[in-house]
């Protein structure tokens, strides 16, 4: 009989690159259920709290933390070893009183501690705008979740500040001149500047941005730039 799906382990060795792991500590390691990220952009949450966040050591130790509901993501309660953590999402552990957010580097994601006032907020980039049934605007965000919201007036490439787990708006950040940029993936991952010029993309060339970095003003899809603030970051977004 044919298979119905693909398969539902993973070798360290074949992990994407991106992870901070042991290649030859066992043979295999947990891989992350289908979600809103690709398995080059999410950790399975068991995988970020023994190997990234370090606060277990073992498989057992993993289960009996996620068992007694003692780890919420985004403020919610997960049972799931194999959950996929993606960009800015908040990994916290009330019992600790600690909390972690992900964020982007050169190395791949990396895990920055946060401040309890900070751990229920979230910025989401808006992937996709659509009108539904009845002419409300429903948006979808980056990491899987969707809100509907006739007064954003936003389009996509654009975010905006929650909180979490209620998904109530705080504020919103657009993709434009004068707006502080965060890169997304490549070697300068991590790294904030000022957008200088906002391209609108052409049947054959996408949409581009010109943001100002500390090694100087480049031109990169916009699809790898997330606004994250004005003057400042809404949110902290580096290391």
Not at 200 to 228: D, Q
């Amino acid at each position: 009989m044919a298979k119905k799906s693909g398969s539902k382990s993973l070798k360290r060795l074949s992990a994407p690159r991106s992870w901070d792991i042991g290649r030859k500590s066992s043979r295999f390691i947990i891989k992350p259920s289908p979600g809103p990220y690709s398995i080059q952009n999410a950790y399975p949450l068991g995988v970020a709290l023994r190997d990234l966040l370090q606060l277990v050591q073992n498989r057992r130790e993993i289960d009996n933390v996620l068992s007694h509901s003692e780890i919420l993501v985004d403020g919610v309660p997960r049972h799931d070893a194999s959950f996929p953590v993606g960009l800015f999402n908040v990994i916290a552990i009330p019992k600790e009183d600690l909390a972690f957010r992900l964020i982007p580097s050169a190395d791949g994601l990396a895990a920055r501690r946060v401040a309890k006032d900070q751990a229920n907020l979230k910025l989401c980039r808006i992937k996709s705008k659509s009108k539904i049934d009845g002419g409300h605007i429903q948006y979808g965000f980056h990491d899987g979740r969707s809100m509907l919201n006739d007064g954003l007036a936003l389009s996509p490439g654009d975010a905006v500040l929650m909180k979490v787990p209620e998904q109530s708006v705080v504020s919103s950040v657009k993709l434009t001149k004068g707006t502080l940029g965060l890169i997304l993936s490549g070697e300068r991952a991590g790294q904030l500047g000022m957008i200088s010029n906002v391209k609108k993309g052409t049947v054959s060339r996408e949409k581009m941005v010109t943001i100002s970095l500390p090694g100087g003003e480049t031109e990169l899809p916009a699809r790898l730039i997330f606004p994250v603030g004005v003057d400042a970051p809404a949110i902290e977004v580096q290391e």
